[in-house]
């Protein structure tokens, strides 16, 4: 158990006015939790302190070598003002999975819930009211050594920073228009795709642009070694309905985040009825299909995006419309039950939802 320090800030920020203008991790609370390791201490020191900026040494390894790793998780406020997290055991162990490839000292699992518990406790007023919107929890982790060898750090900062946040894509629960990128890559086989390090992001970034500029949200990443395997979205796994079939791409080749929230849908679709297979999917089946009338339904699955339907993907020359650009019925149903169990509207049978008194 940590014993976490609290230094009150003296003079608190203006709460947002508008929560319909929030957007996506632009404004920050008032605190942050901060911990420390050091090689032969361990992790040390841990504080929740006003939020502020940290100093820095040029020198520190993660500006040069970008040993870092991050989580995404939200709190969110229910109907009777009840502040609750959704499944943050699983943000901890993919954290430690994430720090495992990346050479990074492992925070236990019952300490970052701890952690994360007493951080949004400190801020439960900045817990947005307003449906859909939701306090955005980023937890990071990063090499603070000092000096330029390639080597993993000695030395380590674990940092909780919360932005209360809306909708992830200006389209809210509208189809995004998604871009299939056939040059550029983001995982492969033995890297850290598998991760959520900062690295993978940086990556990204150009693809992502590209995208952007042609009118589209983002890209929908094909495998690294064939370029015909389905992989994800940037910020998002991804499920394809199929001649009636769900279907996402498996997690066996190590390319893709392990999401909590594609976990969660696979459960609830298959506690509905629904068959979910886990599987590689070529790029030319969603093709073949969409030409027989047979491509259903397409959507995104994230912390920060939630349910994010898919309402147009380009492959090359191809232009593919997935339900008429609109929102299809297990996507529409799928939102409904995750967001409901998020919110506390819709009980909840798994027992995934954490309540913070
Ligand atoms: N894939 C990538 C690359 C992501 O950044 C995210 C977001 O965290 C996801 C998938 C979805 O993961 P989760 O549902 O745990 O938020
Ligand atoms: C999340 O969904 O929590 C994410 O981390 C997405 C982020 C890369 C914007």
């Given at each position: 158990m940590l014993d976490i320090k609290i230094t009150r800030t003296t003079c608190p920020k203006e709460k947002p006015q508008d929560e319909s203008k929030l957007g996506f991790g632009k404004k920050f609370t008032d605190h942050m939790f901060v911990m420390d390791y050091t090689e032969g201490e361990g992790w040390h020191d841990a504080r929740i302190v006003p939020y502020a900026p940290f100093q820095l040494d040029p020198a520190t390894v993660v500006f040069h070598y970008a040993q870092e790793i991050f989580e995404g998780m939200k709190a969110y406020r229910t109907a009777d003002d009840t502040i609750q997290l959704f499944r943050p055991e699983c943000n901890a162990k993919r954290m430690q999975d994430s720090a495992d490839r990346l050479c990074i000292p492992k925070i236990p699992v019952e300490d970052y819930i701890q952690a994360v518990e007493a951080l949004v406790d400190v801020e439960r007023d900045w817990v947005p009211h307003s449906d859909g919107a939701s306090l955005y929890i980023r937890p990071f982790v990063f090499a603070n050594d000092v000096g330029l060898g390639v080597h993993a750090s000695k030395h380590y900062i674990f940092c909780i920073i919360c932005a209360p946040s809306?909708?992830?894509?200006?389209?809210g629960i509208n189809p995004v228009r998604i871009y299939v990128e056939d040059e550029y890559i983001r995982a492969a086989p033995?890297?850290?795709?598998f991760t959520k390090c900062g690295g993978n992001y940086a990556a990204s970034i150009k693809a992502g642009e590209l995208a952007e500029e042609q009118g589209y949200a983002q890209v929908l990443w094909l495998d690294g070694v064939h370029r015909k395997y389905i992989d994800e979205v940037g910020a998002m796994n991804v499920f394809f309905v199929v001649d009636g079939e769900i279907i996402t791409p498996s997690l066996d080749r190590g390319c893709i985040l392990g999401g909590i929230t594609r976990k969660s849908c696979i459960e609830l679709l298959r506690h509905m009825g629904y068959k979910v297979t886990e599987r590689d999917i070529e790029i030319g089946e969603l093709v073949k299909a969409y030409d027989e009338g047979k491509f259903d339904e397409a959507f995104g699955s994230g912390t920060a995006a939630v349910i994010s339907p898919i309402g147009e993907l380009k492959y090359g020359d191809k232009h593919m419309t997935i339900n008429g650009g609109k929102i299809g019925p297990i996507s529409q149903k799928l939102y409904d039950t995750l967001t409901g169990i998020q919110w506390g509207k819709l009980p909840d049978e798994f027992g995934w939802t954490v309540k913070i008194d």
């Open positions: 809306g909708a992830y894509y200006a389209e033995g890297l850290t795709g």
